[in-house]
């Protein structure tokens, strides 16, 4: 049977190979110069292939339409990605938040894995291409055309093309148009696992700042929490980023009305600065604090609680005199300190730019895709996988678990 994959990417590749593996001869078709070009950025160049968990991880971790990936994610686990690379030479190692990085930390090794196997499974591929149109006979696929006005005859057609984050890699949301010509409803683009805009004056202060094991929350100005997460992040020129924000958007971009709710300053990231302390034991610890330094300036007595680039900002926010005495600061102004310590708050002004964004979300409608084989429910012979999609996830792998996942489903019942 001969099967045409579009995208050269995770899914796509991954498709490629399980589909040549089941004895079909198989075409990729590729529109840039190379495979693999946005897996080679994931992770900042490490490649977080996968997580370390179990079914209830991955459930939790999946933003939406977990329901859809029950059947491939079985099929094709956590634990099979962990095994399919070791199998091809590529040791794993878990980091904190139970990633999956190769020991390497080189995703150029993922990716010519990867080409070994097209390699090996002798997957033709065609690069500096892409889809142009199907052709269809009685509602089923019998062929594509590319961009270069060439056709090629084929049984099946996965398209694997991506979102429209990164259209550097190229993902630039074209298989959304094909999608959509043929009947499936393209559910909102929008950027997901992006940074967020600030205008607030103390994120240009403070750029560069990295924050460890501190906990965030996203909420509306009525208190009512959008997003809580635990780890890292930093700010940034433009406002915020790192892993809790990055998987806080993508909650954000969700929320009904929500760029007339950031219009009005209704969107606030809250920050516990010292988590690990409530409000007593960090009022104790202050306590000793201000004992030690007794006789110095407020200014000079928070380097032992808070990073140098922070102490300034709190300072500030507190209200308290900088140059004033530590022993003549009151219990209300202690308060005050603490008050700061444990709810930072930094008003949201909206996303970074799509182009940007490490995923998409939203794209093909999965009601109208078999989510046992990727197949469309609408064209026989017309497959998905990947991040076109409506499908996405937090930090920490599961979007690319997701990518392989849905690719071997899709290359194995191709």
């Given at each position: ?186 559910i909102d683009i929008k950027p997901g696992l992006i940074p967020l805009k600030s ?130 600061i009151k219990k209300e102004e202690r308060k005050k300190l603490i008050e700061i ?74």
């Open positions: 049977m001969n099967v045409i994959v579009i995208g050269g990417g995770a899914a796509g590749m991954m498709a490629a190979i399980t589909s040549a593996k089941e004895g079909n001869s198989v075409v990729l078709i590729e529109k840039s110069n190379a495979l693999g070009n946005k897996l080679k950025i994931t992770g900042k160049g490490r490649c977080n292939l996968t997580f370390e968990g179990d079914l209830e991880d991955f459930k939790s971790n999946i933003v939406k339409n977990y329901k859809f990936m029950y059947s491939s994610f079985n099929n094709f686990t956590n634990k099979d990605v962990v095994n399919y690379f070791n199998s091809l030479g590529i040791k794993t190692k878990v980091e904190r938040g139970s990633r999956v990085f190769p020991v390497s930390d080189n995703a150029e090794d993922i990716v010519n894995a990867l080409k070994c196997e097209l390699n090996k499974y002798n997957v033709k591929v065609l690069y500096r291409k892409s889809l142009e149109d199907l052709i269809l006979e009685n509602n089923k696929v019998v062929g594509v055309k590319l961009s270069d006005g060439s056709k090629i005859d084929c049984q099946k057609c996965i398209i694997a093309v991506g979102g429209k984050s990164y259209p550097t890699t190229g993902s630039t949301g074209d298989g959304y148009s094909i999608a959509r010509k043929y009947g499936h409803e393209i205008n607030d004056k103390l994120c240009k202060e403070l750029q560069g700042l990295s924050l460890k094991n501190v906990a965030f929350k996203l909420q509306e100005k009525n208190g009512k929490v959008i997003y809580e997460d635990f780890g890292e992040m930093l700010f940034a020129h433009f406002g915020i980023t790192g892993p809790v924000v990055l998987s806080s958007s993508s909650k954000l971009n969700r929320i009904e009305n929500i760029d007339e709710k950031i219009k009005n300053h209704e969107i606030f990231a809250v920050i516990d600065l010292k988590p690990a302390l409530d409000i007593n034991v960090l009022d104790k610890r202050i306590c000793r604090d201000f004992e030690k330094y007794s006789n110095k300036e407020f200014k000079n007595s928070l380097n032992d609680l808070l990073p140098q680039k922070l102490i300034p900002i709190v300072i500030f926010l507190s209200g308290i005199d900088e140059n004033k005495k530590v022993h003549q310590l444990k709810n930072l708050k930094i008003c949201i002004s909206g996303f970074m730019p799509i182009d940007i964004a490490i995923i998409t979300c939203g794209g093909v409608d999965v009601k109208k895709i078999n989510p046992k084989n990727m197949e469309s429910k609408i064209i026989k012979g017309l497959f998905f996988a990947g991040e076109i999609l409506d499908i996405d996830a937090y930090t920490g792998g599961y979007n690319l678990q997701i990518a392989f996942s849905t690719g071997v489903a899709a290359g194995k019942n191709s």
